[in-house]
């Protein structure tokens, strides 16, 4: 079965710096891999997604991930957060037919000035 | 584009109540999604139709929850009778085809249910 792991509950960092959040993934097959973002009160909106080619792929609001198959892994970074990056991240992995998304349980940015 | 639309935005009722939601997906998209996503955990597929069929409710409550997308379009989730554990965002989403495994789901805003 499909499952996700997100470490990390809570992280803060503070504005300009770098940000890194970690995902984990189980799948049985290729995986297709997705980041969503939801801010408070708001559906949740897509930032990127990978399903083949080039294991580094680029978002939008300047977000990048890295699909990494040794470590099952999928990494969101930012080399530079803003405040209004504050939300909460959902990482999420399907299969290739159905569409069918298993999400983890999230990571809330907070952002420090 | 018109993103999901979903009503009502909140609702509070009392356990063993009834209640419905209503979604309206992107225009154009055959494939739906109803998401139920409680609080400090990520969204859950609870039911999935392509045009007016069922693709998967194998995580519904089916003794308690029901789901129907008349003329696949628009689509109503209801509960009855609610309990406790179902207060949730409930969320509906759309997408394109829904058979394709790197298609984009669209989110809706999310109905909040508090349950008493």
């Known amino acids: 079965a499909q499952s996700v792991t997100q470490p990390d509950i809570h992280i803060t960092v503070s504005e300009g710096a770098s940000l890194e959040l970690r995902c984990n993934y189980s799948?049985?097959?290729?995986?297709?891999l997705f980041w969503y973002v939801q801010s408070p009160g708001q559906g949740l909106q897509l930032l990127l997604k990978?399903?083949?080619?080039?294991?580094l792929v680029q978002g939008i609001k300047g977000f990048e991930a890295e699909f990494k198959r040794s470590q099952s892994s999928f990494n969101l970074r930012k080399p530079s957060v803003h405040w209004s990056d504050a939300a909460e991240y959902f990482c999420?992995?399907?299969?290739?037919?159905?569409?069918?998304?298993?999400f983890g349980a999230g990571t809330i940015l907070r952002v420090k000035s | 584009e018109a993103g999901v639309a979903q009503s009502p935005r909140y609702k509070i009722i009392e356990k063993r109540q009834s209640v419905a939601f209503w979604c309206n997906p992107i225009s154009g998209h055959a494939t739906l999604y109803w998401y139920q996503q409680i609080l400090g955990q990520g969204p859950k597929l609870l039911i999935q139709f392509q045009n007016n069929g069922v693709v998967d409710d194998s995580q519904l409550p089916k003794d308690r929850f029901s789901a129907e997308r008349l003329k696949g379009v628009d689509s109503t989730l209801k509960i009855q009778p609610a309990k406790l554990e179902d207060s949730a965002v409930y969320l509906c989403a759309s997408s394109l085809d829904g058979g394709q495994g790197q298609e984009t789901q669209y989110f809706g805003p999310g109905t909040r249910l508090l349950v008493l």
């Open positions: 799948y049985g097959a290729t995986p297709y």
């Open positions: 999420a992995v399907g299969g290739a037919y159905g569409n069918k998304l298993v």
């Open positions: 990978y399903f083949s080619g080039d294991t």
